[in-house]
């Protein structure tokens, strides 16, 4: 039986805090591909089940190639209107 070889993928993670105090995760790489957590550690191991979830999907489902974008840099940005 042939083994399938595992590919390395590499992603930049966008975390943020919300008003109820929730980490929030995603990756925009992947569609659809966000999750929350109370804490932090909790937020990272559900940041890779989540990602095996989107990358079964994008490969099996939608049969693309999966972006792997360089992180450059990240930018808080203030809009007053």
Do not use: H
Request: hydrophobic residues 35%.
């Amino acid at each position: 039986m042939l083994k399938k070889r595992k590919k390395k993928y590499n992603f930049s993670a966008i975390i943020e805090k919300d008003e109820n105090g929730y980490y929030v995760g995603r990756v925009p790489s992947l569609r659809s591909c966000y999750t929350q957590a109370k804490t932090l550690p909790e937020l990272y191991k559900r940041l890779e089940e989540v990602v095996g979830l989107c990358l079964e999907v994008e490969e099996e489902i939608f049969k693309q190639e999966i972006p792997q974008n360089k992180f450059i840099g990240l930018q808080s940005l203030e809009f007053v209107r």
